[in-house]
């Protein structure tokens, strides 16, 4: 098991180490200049000249590499050239919407996608599954900011169920603690707050938990279909187990680790995710950020952001994992051997 | 049930056949000139003359998502083409190049899976500048560790098999080798996974063209033709939906299509299973 986990966190460095070079290479294959890049398109010949020389740019192309290696160890992720601040302020000021975002989206996703899999896979064949597998079907393919759009024209342009764009409604007003609107209006004991920030919340939300409720809903079928078909749930219903006890205790429980594995996994695809959805809802979090800086031609904030999401990526994967050992003994026996199913749908 | 599925997958290849022949003679089916601006014309919902109505500059947008497909479509297959490809020469060189080199290339490759490919494509394509050209390079670099992955795991389960060591007893050569008995017995099951991968690439280019760094606006790309037609929601939606429904309904119809071939080349799965 030692060994096991000291393999990933090698095999997680390498990755990060692997993204620094990507993000570098992204850097360098930029048409034209990359100091006047860096210092913006109004910038004078001496403020790019004395970019050219921070960024190191008059060296050899390894020794600019170890220094935005050096760069990157010290969190200095450049500075924005939109908004004047460095990078790394900017994406922290935007990271708590987007994983109060990502959050809300996954609660959808399973209290979605988990009843939905095990309901399908205990009607087999009938008509409930017919719908699910219908359900899951459009799931995977629909557009995601097609969806945000039409879920905006008809709940909130057409039935003004639900607030159109924002994250709070104006005349609201809570301190600012984790940055995440919703928990902070909780943690200020502020409940009129607090509901409409949820309300805010919950389009966003639905839009992004959308594509991956498909996913996780037919590993949850599959697996739980699998164990329906086995010996012990024939022992168990002969035993006399109400149908709930059988199909919920057993069937369910056996679900779990796959289940568990892609959900994990998920998080940092639905962080991905955000630059489809935010912008479209007014929130104010990295995706959005990153959409603007790929617009605004702002290189070093999109490369933030890339690396700030592939950290989270690298860290999700690394839990998801340990996750894995808690579920599943058997694997704390097994060797170093490759285990983690291989994923084939993305998002 | 068996036959109302198979009554299924007979309807998603007729409609994915559908949107590729479209994509091949839409344009001589469209009743407008999709780039005809006529602004007197704007944002009249849907009618016998504009079945899908008119965007905010007055186009038919009919005609838009008939020509569309001749831009969505080729830009999908070319990515799925070109990653495959890069996939295909990595995973086999890694599965048959000895450890040190398998080692060396399946770090890389989890680098590429290390991130959601729609952040390292719009990375790069911001990198790249944009354009449809961009997003289609580089969604294709960040689209083939996956299928790396694969070809290494297929490769390597059929460089073993029984007929291979036979092949190699006989003096078979390398090359030959390679290229008569182990790929195309591997690469049986890679068709069935870029099928599936149609509608996931489709989403991200026509997402990568909605954030503005794909097809430029006057482009008829479905996902572009969404995001010029979004602040016009309430007062032209039409020229929100059609597309997506394109989009959606293509994406479906691959799905099942990629769900079909999986189910016929996996004796394995049983009925009801999928």
Redesign the interface.
């Given at each position: 098991m030692g060994r096991f986990l000291l393999r990933r966190l090698v095999t997680s460095v390498v990755v990060l180490a692997g993204l620094a070079v990507v993000t570098f290479l992204m850097t360098q294959v930029l048409p034209g200049d990359p100091a006047r890049a860096a210092a913006g398109r109004n910038a004078t010949a001496e403020q790019v000249a004395e970019v050219r020389v921070r960024l190191g740019l008059d060296q050899s192309l390894p020794d600019q590499f170890t220094g935005y290696l050096g760069r990157l160890l010290h969190g200095d992720l450049g500075t924005s050239v939109f908004t004047q601040r460095p990078v790394l302020d900017d994406v922290a000021a935007m990271l708590p919407a987007s994983v109060e975002l990502v959050l809300a989206a996954m609660a959808i996703n399973i209290a979605v996608a988990v009843p939905l899999g095990v309901y399908a896979a205990y009607r087999r064949g009938r008509a409930a599954d017919v719908a699910a597998r219908l359900i899951t079907l459009l799931g995977a393919a629909v557009p995601v900011f097609w969806l945000g759009l039409m879920l905006q024209l008809v709940f909130a342009a057409q039935l003004r169920l639900l607030p159109l764009t924002g994250q709070l409604a104006f005349g609201q007003e809570v301190p600012k603690i984790t940055g995440m609107i919703s928990l902070d209006a909780l943690l200020s004991g502020n409940w009129a707050a607090f509901g409409d920030a949820l309300l805010h919340l919950v389009l966003p939300a639905v839009t992004l938990a959308a594509a991956f409720v498909a996913v996780v809903a037919r590993t949850v079928r599959s697996s739980v279909i699998t164990t329906l078909d086995s010996d012990y749930i024939t022992l168990a219903r002969s035993t006399g187990a109400s149908e709930l006890r059988v199909v919920v205790r057993h069937g369910l429980r056996n679900a779990l680790v796959p289940a568990s594995t892609i959900l994990g996994m998920q998080l940092g695809w639905m962080l991905g995710s955000t630059v489809l959805v935010e912008a479209i809802f007014g929130r104010t979090g990295i995706g959005a950020y990153a959409v603007t800086a790929v617009l605004q031609n702002d290189l070093y904030a999109v490369i933030g952001t890339v690396l700030v999401i592939g950290v989270v990526f690298v860290v999700m994967n690394v839990l998801v994992d340990l996750v894995q050992l808690w579920l599943n003994p058997r694997l704390r026996q097994a060797g170093s051997r490759e285990r983690r199913p291989e994923i084939a749908v993305r998002a | 049930?068996t036959r109302?599925i198979m009554a299924v997958d007979r309807i998603a290849l007729a409609v994915a056949a559908l949107m590729v022949a479209l994509a091949v003679v839409g344009p001589l089916l469209a009743p407008h000139d999709p780039y005809a601006v006529d602004l007197a014309d704007a944002l009249q919902g849907p009618s016998a003359a504009h079945w899908f109505g008119t965007d905010v500059n007055g186009r038919d947008v009919l005609s838009r998502i008939l020509y569309g497909a001749q831009v969505t479509l080729p830009a999908t297959v070319i990515v799925i083409a070109a990653a495959t490809l890069i996939g295909t020469l990595v995973g086999t060189v890694a599965a048959l190049g000895g450890k040190a080199l398998d080692e060396v290339l399946m770090?890389?490759t989890?680098?590429g899976l290390?991130?959601?490919?729609?952040?390292?494509a719009?990375?790069?394509?911001?990198?790249?500048?944009?354009g449809l050209r961009s997003a289609v390079v580089a969604l294709a670099l960040t689209w083939w560790p996956?299928y790396a992955?694969?070809v290494r795991?297929l490769v390597r389960e059929v460089k073993d098999a029984e007929y291979v060591d036979a092949a190699r007893t006989l003096g078979v050569s390398r090359a030959r080798l390679v290229f008569r008995h182990i790929l195309p017995n591997a690469l049986n099951s890679l068709y069935v996974?870029t099928t599936?991968?149609v509608?996931?690439v489709m989403?991200v280019i026509?997402?990568l063209s909605?954030?503005?760094?794909g097809a430029q606006v006057p482009s008829a790309e479905w996902?572009a033709m969404?995001?010029a037609a979004?602040n016009n929601?309430?007062n032209g939606?039409w020229a929100?939906?059609f597309?997506?429904l394109a989009?959606?309904l293509t994406?479906?119809a691959f799905?099942?299509v990629g769900d079909w071939l999986r189910v016929r080349n996996d004796p394995t799965i049983r009925e009801?299973?999928?």
């Open positions: - | 049930m109302r770090r890389i989890d680098i290390s991130l959601p490919s729609i952040i390292l719009l990375g790069l394509a911001a990198a790249l500048g944009s996956g992955r694969l795991t996974q599936l991968d509608s996931a989403l026509s997402g909605f954030v503005g760094v996902g969404i995001a979004a929601l309430t939606w929100v939906a597309p997506g989009i959606m994406a479906v799905n099942l009801g299973v999928r």
